[in-house]
């Protein structure tokens, strides 16, 4: 087959990876816009349940990627100044620079033709048997195809802005503080052993008190630095092309025309509170791989088992991300509550987990949840 991926992050290359592995006759190419090194962002996690399907599926790249990771057992949640931990959430994190190049190594050493620094002007692929969009939640393929893919986009209120910090945090973390405007919250975690992600999120209202639109990247950065310095203990947070942002969340009706295809955040963005999207990106170019392993060099047979056997599990995640990005956009709100309140909040938001569910998946939280309970001291929402 002559397959060209348009988009050369890690659903894009891992996909041309696995196929020029499975059959070196085929004749890849990968495009990409950017250079190599090109990334914004800093680390990006898994939960160990996540990483399972990798294990399971591509022990390979597993064993690659596992060698590189950081690793912990519990999730931090600290409110009013007081930390809680929650058990039996395991995650992962590497650097998604480590991670692209762990993909380009790959893909170089099987012959995957890697064209860099090379914008995609327009679609002129006939000659190729299947085009991948992989090519971001600002796809140019499925802007080129939107009558027949049918995309739909909703734009999130809060904001975020994505920096990083040389401050080492022993867990995945979720941080929430106050200032004179108003809510905020961070995300934060490791992913090397010298370096943490540190996602700031807040409403629009504090947003807009903060007069963060004012600001250049320097003075924001400093109003975080200062919101969170207690968290920080002393560390700067660190740029890379960081600006608030507000989550678009888009979907397709279709997911591929003829023989084209999107996989990863051109085909739908999830929330981030759910889940790294990264580990959604590499899930669809193991599905997709997997269609054509099955279907042979058939494109509308396996992009027809692509969407039939993916789609029903993208859908159940997806109402689970809309649930939890509901909570996030509320979470001003909800920071009414006491610590351990707050705490069981963020664990059911998502509708797919209940009592009976949290006291297998973390029974140290909810033996102290339950006594903080019987207590009598619980808030209602």
């Known amino acids: 087959m002559r397959i060209v991926v348009i988009g050369g992050g890690p659903a894009g290359l891992y996909f041309a990876l696995l196929m020029k592995r499975h059959d070196a006759d085929h004749h890849i190419v990968v495009v990409e816009q950017n250079a190599p090194d090109a ?11 996540a990483l399972g399907f990798l294990e399971a599926d591509d022990p390979e790249t ?5 060698s590189r990771m950081e690793v912990w057992d519990d999730l931090v949640m600290v409110h009013r100044g007081r930390p809680i931990p929650i058990d039996g959430n395991g995650f992962s994190a590497i650097a998604r620079i480590d991670l692209l190049r762990l993909l380009q190594d790959g893909c170089r050493d099987t012959g995957v033709a890697m064209h860099f620094n090379t914008p995609v002007r327009d679609m002129a692929f006939a000659d190729f048997d299947l085009v991948v969009g992989a090519d971001g939640a600002g796809s140019l393929v ?4 939107r009558e027949h893919l049918q995309p739909a986009a909703q734009i999130l209120s809060n904001r975020f802005v994505w920096y990083g910090t040389r401050r080492v945090f022993d867990t995945l973390s979720l941080t929430f503080r106050t200032s004179n405007e108003g809510a905020f919250v961070a995300h934060h975690y490791r992913y090397g052993p010298q370096m943490s992600t540190f996602i700031v999120e807040c409403d629009a209202a504090t947003w807009d008190r903060a007069g963060f639109k004012a600001m250049d990247g320097a003075a924001s950065r400093r109003y975080c630095e200062a919101v ?4 920080l203990d002393g560390h700067e947070l660190i740029d890379n092309n960081s600006m608030w942002r507000n989550f678009p969340i888009i979907a397709n009706r279709n997911w591929s025309h003829r023989n084209v295809v999107l996989i990863g955040d051109a085909l739908r963005t999830v929330h981030f509170s759910v889940g790294s999207g990264t580990r959604l990106a590499l899930e669809d170019s193991l599905a997709l791989f997997a269609a054509f392993r099955d279907t042979g060099d058939d494109v ?3 992009l027809a088992r692509f969407e039939e ?3 029903p599990i993208v859908e159940k995640l997806l109402r689970a991300a809309g649930n939890s990005a509901e909570w996030y956009e509320h979470f001003h709100e ?8 707050l705490v069981y909040s963020y664990m059911t938001r998502t509708g797919r987990v209940d009592d009976a569910q949290l006291r297998k998946i ?4 909810m033996a102290l949840f339950d006594a903080h309970r019987a207590a009598g001291t619980g808030e209602k929402r």
């Open 334 to 341: 909800i920071m009414e509550l006491n610590p351990h309140d």
């Open 362 to 365: 973390a029974p140290r939280f």
């Open 39 to 49: 990334t914004y962002g800093f680390g990006v996690v898994f939960s160990a349940r």
């Open 300 to 302: 509308v047979a396996a």
């Open 309 to 311: 056997t993916r789609r």
């Open 228 to 231: 969170f310095a207690d968290d």
């Open 62 to 66: 597993y064993r690659l990627l596992s």
């Open 142 to 145: 499925r802007e080129t195809y």
